[in-house]
């Protein structure tokens, strides 16, 4: 299992911390796979759940769970040892620059449960239909 090390948190306007994880790993001699994560919970509560489902929050916590994560990751295979610090902090600021303004929109928690809710109605929809 890869050790995961958050490299800094950033709170968002809607509510919600993007976090930048550190989940790169030797590969072999001086050589790395450098991968950083950027995550973030949301909450299955009323307040993050899009209308149409806010007065059935306990029936989508149940399928849900108490949270749902959306992660977006990069990853640079064979990269020398003694740049994975500088190329941390390049991805880093690349994904903070490319995602903040999405993530940050006050839709983005409701609309990211809705479409998980969905996807897991769908699966149970697939697996009862067998």
């Known amino acids: 299992m890869l050790a995961e090390k958050i490299v800094s948190r950033h709170p968002l306007d809607n509510g919600l911390t993007l976090e930048f994880r550190d989940l790169s790993r ?52 064979f990269v020398d040892e003694r740049l994975v610090p500088e190329l941390l902090q390049e991805m880093e600021t690349r994904l903070l620059q490319g995602v903040k303004r999405y993530v940050s929109h006050p839709e983005f928690g409701p609309r990211f449960l809705r479409r998980r809710y969905h996807e897991y109605l769908e699966r149970s929809r697939w697996w009862r239909e067998e």
Not at 38 to 45: D, E, L, S
Not at 51 to 69: H, M, S
């Open 26 to 77: 030797h590969t072999a001699g001086d050589r790395w796979q450098v991968t950083l994560e950027a995550r973030i919970a949301v909450p299955v509560r009323p307040e993050f759940l899009p209308p149409e489902l806010q007065d059935r929050w306990e029936e989508v916590a149940q399928a849900l769970g108490p949270e749902v994560y959306f992660c977006h990751q990069e990853t640079r295979n």
